[in-house]
Every structure is written in C-alpha cells, then in structure tokens.
C-alpha cells in the first residue's frame, strides 16, 4: 500500500495523535475536569453509515486503487495518468481528505497487458476492496475490466478519449468521447482545410478500429464528397513504418488521420520526417495530418522537431490561457519536476479524484450505489481545461473540443476551439 500523507495536512476534523490525546485526558484530569474529545466530522458522518458495503474505510482513512500501464509499451502515454491522479489526491488531502478521511492508495501495473488488468482489477475490487478505481488507458484495457466492474459492483473513473459506444452505471469517462473529438475534429479538417479524401492509420485494438469506423462513416455519410482512400492497423509496439509511409504517398490523402498509440508514436513521426513527410511538405501540397492520439506526452518522446506544424484534436492542452489550468501546470511541475509535460488524458485523470471527491460528498457515502447515484450533475469549476459537469444520464463530460498545432517546442498553439461545451453522446444515431 502506498500511503500519501501530506506534511502540511490542515483540517479542523484532523484526529490527535495518540500521545496528544493521552496528554489532553491527564490535564483535564488534573484540573478535576472532564473532557471528551470528538472529530465533528467523523460524528457527522460515521463510518457505518457512510460504509455499509465493506469497502477499505476507517475512521480516519479511505483506501483507492490506481490501475495503469507504468511498464510496457502503453508507458509512455499512462505515467501522467499515474502522476496527476497523485497530484490531485495529495491535494485533496491538504484540504482535509474526503468526509474527514485520507486518500490512501493502492497501485497496481496493468503491464500494458489487457488480462493483466482484469486480474489486478478483481484484485483492487474483491481483496482490496478499495472505494473506487482511477486507472485504465486503452479502450482494450478498459473492456478488460468493465465485466469485473460491474460485477462486483465498483467504480472506475476512465481517463482517456475514446470511441464511445458504451455507459455503464460503474464507469465516470473523464475523457472524450467520439461526437467530442472525431466528429468535431474531422468536420474541422474539411471546412477548414479543405479535406475531402482521408486515410485512417490506427493501432490494432479495438479503439483505434472503432475510431476509423466512425470516422468512415461520418466522412463517407455527412462530409459531402469525401471519401476513406485506405485503412491500414499495426500492432501495438510495432516500430517499422516504412511500407505504410509508401502507402500514404501514392494515395496523396487531404488528410493522414493519424491514431497511432503508445510506444509505436517514437517509430512512425521519425520514419515520418526521415522519409520527407513533414507539415511544410504537405501544406506545399495542401494536405495535413491530423490526430487524435498524440499528446505532449508522447512528443516528449517522439522529440518536437519531429511533429512540428502536424495537428491534433483534444479538449485539452497545456498551453491554455486560463488560470485555473496555469495553477495545475506550477503544481504539476512542483511535484513532478520542471520538465514534465502534461498532456490531454493527464489532465482528464487529474479530474477524476476531483469529481470522486465532489461525488462522495454530495452522496454523503462512499457506497458505490450511493456515489452512481449521485454522479449526474456534479461539477468541477477548477478543472485545468475550464468548467466540467457529469452528464446527469450517461457519465460522461461536457467538455469543449480543441485544435492545436504541434510547435518544436513540444507544446501545442491552440487555433480552434468549440464555442460552447459540447454534450457528450456516446451513442450518436447513424454510427453503427
């Protein structure tokens, strides 16, 4: 178990320590008095009302789980994950915890390796039997665990953009979901670039796939007179880009739509650019790549210089102007060293304990049947990308969607934006 205690820790329903306590009764004793000492906020919640399921809380202490790919190809992408959720945790508990108690954590690696995580989700679940789950990266990952989730009735809060198509009781999606970021961005590249034929490149999983398949169908069915000119997928890890980088140069796609994952990010940008594709050679004939699944993150590995001028839709980056998200980037980098980069899903797991926390308080228990129905509505004004809410039936975000342009530097020029929060729907119409 690994326990994040805050030194600075300042709440009015802290417990004494046991010598304080002892020292306290032998003074009141001493001036012939009595005295009972007492934590309002335990008295107000106590712990068998607030933890009727047999979940990992005490009086002064509640117990989570963190489920990420900190080994493994899926590293690169998952470690911000690992570090915000611990940002966000050791600042809830600066603030007094949650319901009087501190967040204590138990981490567990998925190895980039989907029934690795099914196995330590149950082991999260049923022998730890933690208050919730912050963890998952890969929509494969994530269909590994959801039957245990639900199953053994826990909470998972999912990061990271994905294809959509799914709702479950047990799951928060802090990330996007398709209508939020595929569609958005894609109708972005058309009128705003002028993209009429695309090529969709992913990861062989099912994210990636069933990205492309609603790409496919929203360029094919709702862009007028576009169309997919090739769909190629490449395992997870694979580094030798070279026949699909001959591929995208005899089809002279409008747009590359890129949804490369992972470690497989390094290979294909520098076998990108060693082969001459780079955004000035493409603007020269008016074509553009455009991702959905390269963050700073990744670039960090993949090197600026590499990925310069090339695009990606998210609703987050760490460049924008705004001060809540200026506050989260200096404690970022307080915490986790001046050169760390934050990238969108980083900032989506940031939420999660954030609106864990929002959750269990509004519910007034940690039961999960209780935070489930409590979810729809809660909000968070503090999030880095702006305002957030819990959609009130499906989990999800509204959230805004984001262009940015890749700089040498690493970060990203935000030039477009949604002008409103967006709904999110996981289940658009005419997308099957």
């Known amino acids: 178990m690994i326990s994040i205690n805050a030194s600075s820790l300042k709440t009015w329903g802290r417990r004494l320590r046991p010598w304080s306590m002892s020292a306290a009764f032998a003074m009141a004793g001493a001036v012939g008095a009595s005295a009972e000492w007492t934590n309002p906020v335990l008295d107000k919640y106590p712990t068998d009302k607030v933890n009727t399921t047999g979940l990992m809380v005490t009086d002064t202490t509640v117990t989570v789980g963190q489920l990420h790919s900190v080994t493994g190809t899926m590293a690169i992408s998952e470690t911000g994950s690992v570090e915000a959720e611990r940002l966000a945790i050791k600042q809830i508990n600066d603030m007094g915890g949650v319901l009087g108690r501190k967040i204590e954590i138990i981490q567990e690696d998925g190895a980039s390796d989907w029934p690795t995580f099914a196995e330590k989700a149950r082991k999260l679940l049923v022998s730890d039997k933690v208050g919730t789950v912050f963890g998952c990266w890969t929509s494969a990952s994530r269909k590994a665990v959801l039957p245990i989730f639900e199953k053994e009735n826990g909470m998972l809060y999912y990061p990271t953009f994905y294809e959509g198509l799914e709702a479950s009781k047990n799951v928060i999606y802090t990330g996007q979901e398709a209508t939020q970021q595929i569609l958005w961005g894609l109708d972005w590249a058309h009128e705003e670039k002028g993209a009429k034929t695309f090529f969709l490149i992913g990861s062989d999983y099912i994210w990636p796939r069933t990205s492309n398949k609603i790409a496919r169908i929203h360029i094919e069915r709702f862009l007028k007179g576009c169309k997919v000119v090739g769909e190629e997928y490449y395992p997870l890890g694979h580094t030798q880009f070279g026949s699909l980088i001959n591929k995208v140069k ?136 702006g305002y957030v809410r819990i959609h009130d039936t499906n989990n999800h975000l509204w959230s805004k969607a984001r262009i940015g342009k890749m700089l040498a530097n690493g970060q990203f020029e935000v030039i477009a934006e949604s002008p409103e929060l967006i709904e999110p729907n996981p289940f658009p119409e005419g997308y099957k």
């Open 250 to 385: 005899l089809k002279k796609p409008d747009c590359i739509y890129s949804i490369i994952v992972g470690g497989s990010n390094v290979a294909w940008y520098k076998q990108l650019n060693a082969a001459g594709i780079t955004a000035d050679s493409l603007a020269k004939r008016g074509q553009i790549l455009l991702t959905i699944s390269t963050t700073e993150d990744e670039i960090l590995g993949i090197g600026g210089a590499n990925v310069e001028g090339f695009y990606a839709c998210m609703k987050y980056f760490q460049s924008l102007d705004n001060e809540n998200n200026k506050k989260f980037v200096a404690a970022f980098k307080e915490m986790w060293g001046s050169d760390s980069v934050i990238g969108d899903v980083t900032q989506a797991a940031y939420l999660g304990p954030w609106l864990w926390k929002a959750t269990v308080e509004k519910a007034g228990s940690f039961d999960i049947d209780a935070i489930s129905a409590a979810s729809g509505g809660v909000e968070f004004k503090e999030a880095p990308e």
